[in-house]
T-cell receptor, first 114, second 115 residues
Framework: GNSVTQMEGPVTLSEEAFLTINCTYT??????LFWYVQYPGEGLQLLLK?????DKGSNKGFEATYRKETTSFHLEKGSVQVSDSAVYFC?????????????FGGGTRLMVKP | NAGVMQNPRHLVRRRGQEARLRCSPM?????VYWYRQLPEEGLKFMVY????????ESGMPKERFSAEFPKEGPSILRIQQVVRGDSAAYFC?????????????FGQGTRLTVV
C-alpha cells in the first residue's frame, strides 16, 4: 500500500534560518506529491505540488523536488519567518485510485522564533 | 466564491449519542472527501463521494459510521453511538474533478469531543 513518512517534530528554528523537512514515500503506482500547511485552528492549505519525476514545486519561498530515485519530496526554505510557524504535511495521490484521495504523513510542527 | 464550509466547528457529544457533521463543498465541486485527524497525527482518508454516490469508503470504520452526499444539500458524515475514541478533528475536502493531481480544497474541520 501507499505510505508517507516525514521527520518528526517539532522543528524549532530562529528567524531567517534554513529549513528542511524530510519526506519519503512508498507508492504502488506513480503518485503526485503535495505539501500542505495547517495553521493553528485552521484546515489544510495546499502549499505546493509536483506531478512527475524531477518536477519542482514552489510557493511562498518554499520548494520541493520530486525525486523518484530516492522516493523523496523534501521541503526547503532558505529563510523562514515567524509567520511560517505551522504544521506541514507531506502527501501523495495515487493515480491508480479513483479520485484524488490523499495519503498523508504524520505532520511536522515548525516553530520559528524571532 | 466561498470555500469549503464545515459545521459545526466544534461538537461535544456524550458517549452513545449521535454526531452529524456537515460539509458544503466549494461551488461547482462535485467530489467530496472526508478525513479524520487524531490528536498529534496526520489525516487519514475515510470516504470519497460524488453526488449521490459513494465511490470509495475503504477508510471508513465498518460500524457506526456512514456518509452521504445527496443531490441537494451538504455532505453528511454520521457517527452513531459515539465512543471516546471517536474524538478527533474531521476534515472535508472538495475538488472539481477526480483527477489525482487536481487540488483538493479543505474546510476548517469539525472538532468532535466525546465526553
Amino acid at each position: 500500500g501507499n505510505s508517507v513518512t516525514q521527520m518528526e517534530g517539532p522543528v524549532t528554528l530562529s528567524e531567517e534560518a534554513f529549513l528542511t523537512i524530510n519526506c519519503t514515500y512508498t507508492a504502488t503506482g506513480y503518485p503526485s506529491l503535495f505539501w500542505y500547511v495547517q495553521y493553528p485552528g485552521e484546515g489544510l492549505q495546499l502549499l505546493l505540488k509536483a506531478t512527475k519525476a524531477d518536477d519542482k514545486g514552489s510557493n511562498k519561498g518554499f520548494e520541493a523536488t520530486y525525486r523518484k530515485e530516492t522516493t523523496s519530496f523534501h521541503l526547503e526554505k532558505g529563510s523562514v519567518q515567524v509567520s511560517d510557524s505551522a504544521v506541514y504535511f507531506c502527501a501523495l495521490s495515487d493515480r491508480n485510485n479513483a479520485g484524488n484521495m490523499l495519503t498523508f504523513g504524520g505532520g511536522t510542527r515548525l516553530m520559528v522564533k524571532p | 466564491n466561498a470555500g469549503v464550509m464545515q459545521n459545526p466547528r466544534h461538537l461535544v457529544r456524550r458517549r452513545g449519542q449521535e454526531a452529524r457533521l456537515r460539509c458544503s463543498p466549494m461551488k461547482g465541486h462535485s467530489h467530496v472527501y472526508w478525513y479524520r485527524q487524531l490528536p498529534e497525527e496526520g489525516l487519514k482518508f475515510m470516504v470519497y463521494l460524488q453526488k449521490e454516490n459513494i465511490i470509495d469508503e475503504s477508510g471508513m470504520p465498518k460500524e457506526r459510521f456512514s456518509a452521504e452526499f445527496p443531490k441537494e444539500g451538504p455532505s453528511i458524515l454520521r457517527i452513531q453511538q459515539v465512543v471516546r475514541g471517536d474524538s478527533a478533528a474531521y476534515f472535508c475536502a472538495s475538488s472539481p474533478r477526480g483527477h489525482e493531481n487536481t487540488e483538493a480544497f479543505f474546510g476548517q474541520g469539525t472538532r468532535l469531543t466525546v465526553v
